[in-house]
């Protein structure tokens, strides 16, 4: 799989779920938005007007979001409250060509769900993996690179100290 399996519409737009419900054109589609917990956010995929959610016995045009949290993998109707509510980023779209690539890899992800895991099989590994063709997350290739930094100036930081502690003593 390539990575050009999701056109990506410029830099991630916010957009209201009212908005995505009215005006998005039949596709499939990666959002985003921020969640109650600090530097996180969740990922969903978002299928409209798919002879895939027939499957589901799903037969209108309204948008459905797939996405994965530590109970399992969910096909939801947007509602316009609770944890739908506020402003979803949109990624980018799967470019039609695509789209059957897409639906195959949600059909592996439904038949046979992985458990959840922060690090290595989150909502955002889940979403890119349908949409993309590869499991990824930049919160945890974030994360990593954040905490790397961090003891890095630790040590640099101590290994300063320790120069200032014994640098006097040394023999030369």
């Known amino acids: 799989m390539n990575n050009h399996s999701v056109q990506v519409i410029g830099p991630p737009r916010p957009i209201t779920l009212q ?16 969640t109650v917990y600090p530097f996180t956010q969740h990922y969903v995929v978002v299928i409209k007007g798919h002879e895939f959610l027939k499957h589901f016995d799903i037969y209108d045009d309204q948008p459905r979001v797939i996405h994965k949290t530590n109970i399992g993998i969910h ?3 947007p509602k316009t409250y609770g944890a739908w509510e506020g402003t979803w980023n949109l990624i980018g779209r799967v470019i039609p060509s695509e789209s059957a690539n897409a639906i195959w890899r949600m059909q592996i992800s439904l038949m046979y769900p992985t458990n959840y895991d922060l690090f290595l099989n989150n909502c955002e590994h889940f979403a890119r993996f349908v949409t993309e063709g590869y499991k990824q997350s930049t919160q945890v290739q974030n994360f990593g690179w954040g905490a790397a930094i ?3 100036f630790v040590l640099l930081s101590n290994w300063g100290d320790r120069e200032q502690r014994h640098g006097n003593n040394r023999i030369r």
Not at 24 to 31: R, W
């Open 75 to 77: 096909i939801d109707q």
């Open 19 to 34: 908005t995505l419900i009215a005006f998005l054109p039949k596709g499939i589609y990666l959002f985003n938005k921020s």
């Open 150 to 152: 961090g003891i890095g």
